[in-house]
């Protein structure tokens, strides 16, 4: 059973910069892959980031392609997204999900077996 926490949201003005944190634990980390995704009020649930724990590989939505950054800690089976030069359209709750092997079509949600809770980012302008 895979297990994820995410952390790390809060409010901030356009322009400013939040880090989300995502925790993983119950399986091998370092054969996985894990995605950030977004969902504001009213609107489907949108893939941000993803990233290839064995091989660091990521990739963005266009949206955030030159403001957000994924890295990883291997050693505390951790993923991070750093959130720069944010608008209000970042507005959302941002959800970390978690899938064995390398996921192809990672923006589907359906793709993800395992997802956190949850953590509310807000940008104001």
């Known amino acids: 059973q895979v297990q994820l926490e995410e952390s790390g949201g809060g409010s901030v003005q356009a322009g400013g910069s939040l880090r989300l944190s995502c925790v993983a634990s119950?399986?091998?980390?370092?054969?996985?892959?894990m995605a950030w995704f977004r969902q504001a009020p009213g609107k489907e649930r949108e893939g941000v980031a993803f990233?290839?724990?064995?091989?660091?590989?990521?990739e963005y939505h266009a949206s955030v392609k030159s403001r957000f950054t994924l890295s990883q800690d291997t050693a505390k089976n951790t993923v991070y997204l750093q959130m720069n030069s944010l608008k209000p359209e970042d507005t959302a709750r941002y959800y970390c999900?978690?899938?064995?092997?390398?996921?192809?079509?990672?923006?589907?949600?359906?793709?993800?077996?395992?997802w956190g809770q949850g953590t509310q980012v807000t940008v104001s302008s």
């Open positions: 999900a978690a899938g064995r092997w390398y996921i192809v079509g990672w923006s589907n949600p359906g793709s993800f077996p395992y």
């Open positions: 119950g399986y091998t980390y370092s054969s996985i892959s």
């Open positions: 990233i290839y724990t064995s091989s660091g590989y990521t």
